[in-house]
T-cell receptor, first 113, second 111 residues
């Protein structure tokens, strides 16, 4: 049972344009969400997070939006840069439990120069 | 601040052999996690430690996998005997508060 889904395995975007990565979840107990970025042969690196008490969180070029009623979150990268080319994983956690993270399967973003 | 250290980076073994991975978390991080990441999938939690106690090992295949964190600092994950399906990257993560910080992993190939 896939509790966190990233339905787009890959995405290509022109440099300077907006990248939008999507993530859906099924468990209504999840209340903390994160995005990680992963380069080849490296571990995932934390990018940005959002608590369920918010619907938006920004950090520089990265913004995460949370729609609780739709159980959907998205990561916007504006403007996209070639160095953003990586695999992006969303993760969800229930803070009332052990803070265990459930990860999606990832979206490979390619930013074209 | 030094990151999460893992070794070895790569390991190739034959099926039915045993293998061990080592993780040293970020200094002061009480919580340590081991994940398995199979190609094309996201990381899947195997076991979570709080100091030297196990918090969650519900996804650990206990007939062949074992893990310990005896002094509440570094940790070892062992597989004995290995199966072909164990080919994956094994990631260690640690945290004091959110978020979790990951090491670069050990890539295990089973022949």
């Amino acid at each position: 049972d896939q509790q966190v889904k990233q339905n787009s395995p890959s995405l290509s975007v022109q440099e300077g344009r907006i990248s939008i990565l999507n993530c859906d979840y099924t468990n209504s107990m999840f209340d903390y969400f994160l995005w990680y970025k992963k380069y080849p042969a490296e571990g995932p690196t934390f990018l940005i997070s959002i608590s369920s008490i918010k619907d938006k969180n920004e950090d520089g070029r990265f913004t995460v939006f949370l729609n609780k009623s739709a159980k959907h979150l998205s990561l916007h990268i504006v403007p996209s840069q070639p160095g953003d080319s990586a695999v992006y994983f969303c993760a969800a956690s229930a803070t009332s439990g052990t803070y265990k993270y459930i990860f999606g399967t990832g979206t490979r973003l390619k930013v074209l120069a | 601040e030094a990151g999460v250290a893992q070794s070895p980076r790569y390991k190739i073994i034959e099926k039915r052999q045993s293998v061990a991975f080592w993780c040293n978390p970020i200094s002061g991080h009480a919580t340590l996690y081991w994940y398995q990441q199979i190609l094309g999938q996201g990381p899947k939690l195997l076991i979570q430690f709080q100091n030297n106690g196990v918090v969650d090992d519900s996804q650990l295949p206990k007939d062949r996998f074992s893990a310990e964190r005896l002094k509440g600092v570094d940790s070892t994950l062992k597989i004995q005997p290995a199966k072909l399906e164990d080919s994956a990257v094994y990631l260690c993560a640690s945290t004091r508060r959110q978020p979790q910080h990951f090491g670069d992993g050990t890539r295990l190939s089973i022949l």
